[in-house]
């Protein structure tokens, strides 16, 4: 980044005073003195080309982002700028917002998640959007969503573009808990919190990166930072996406849509067992 007038003077300057032999005739702090002048001069000329090659920069990386294939990091990137009602600017991938304010252009941007795999000849675009909680776009957001990422994509690029409900969880845990903090049922004897377990249950899923992998081991970690919880001890653990039945996890899960929930209220069965200080 160019530097301003003053500061290349300055350093100037500063190397004349440094200099045993200029040192001792360029002395005057007059900001007309003949030296100081010639500084100013040499200054302007150096500002100009630091200028000029700044401008040189951003023109060269303008012309590689032409030239070169675009990364995961850039679909991902525009798939997030997308704006939902809003047209294309001509021969461009940028959004017309002459006539939009802030929040028109904010309230249009519904891509909140983004992951991009690469797969054997093709690009997989995994979105959601966000509501209450992550949820898929609506048939005309992924309609128009669809055709903007054609439009953009580099030529010869096979997209395959997905909106989907979240994959289906199920699981069975054993809680051993400390009788004098929890009861029967799992909730705190001070009446602070009624769910604690579920709650830190629902956390670690709401906290996966999108495209993030389920681990077991992780959130047993997460139960365990739960007071009152002695043991987390998880027994069955399965997942199913779209239409194909469910199948148990051993270690981790990757989500095909992207994220990973419970479809029903008995998806998530907890077994409270009293458990004394251990020894």
């Known amino acids: 980044m160019a530097r301003t007038i003053d500061e290349i003077q300055q350093s100037i300057l500063a190397a004349i005073a440094a200099d045993a032999t200029l040192a001792s005739v360029a002395t005057s702090t007059s900001k007309v003195a003949i030296f100081r002048l010639f500084t100013r001069i040499v200054a302007s000329a150096q ?3 630091e200028v000029l090659f700044d401008t040189f920069k951003i023109e060269i990386a303008d012309t590689l982002d032409l030239l070169k294939p675009h990364s995961l990091k850039w679909y991902a990137s525009t798939a997030r700028a997308f704006q939902f009602g809003f047209s294309l600017l001509p021969d461009s991938d940028k ?7 802030e929040a028109q252009i904010e309230a249009s941007k519904i891509v909140r998640y983004v992951a991009v795999v690469e797969q054997v000849k093709t690009l ?8 209450s ?56 004897l001070d009446g602070s919190e009624l769910t604690p377990v579920q709650s830190a249950i629902t956390k670690y899923l709401q906290n996966l990166p999108f495209n993030g992998v389920f681990v077991l081991a992780y959130l047993i970690d997460e139960l365990q930072q739960v007071d009152g919880v002695v043991i987390p001890n998880i027994t069955a653990a399965l997942a ?27 998806d998530l069965v907890l077994n409270f067992v009293a458990q004394s200080p251990l020894r």
């Open 47 to 49: 500002w100009t080309i």
């Open 240 to 266: 199913s996406y779209a239409l194909f039945p469910f199948t148990s996890i051993a270690v981790k899960y990757q989500p095909d849509s992207g994220y990973l929930r419970f479809n029903a209220p008995a």
């Open 95 to 101: 959004f017309d917002n002459t006539a939009a304010t």
């Open 133 to 188: 909680d992550l949820q898929p776009l609506t048939a005309p957001q992924l309609t128009a969503f669809v055709e903007y990422m054609a439009r953009v994509k580099d030529a010869g690029v096979k997209l395959i573009i997905d909106s989907l409900p979240a994959d289906k969880l199920q699981l069975t845990v054993d809680i051993f808990y400390d009788p004098l903090i929890l009861n029967n049922v799992g909730q705190r």
């Open 124 to 131: 997989r675009v995994k979105v959601a959007t966000l509501g």
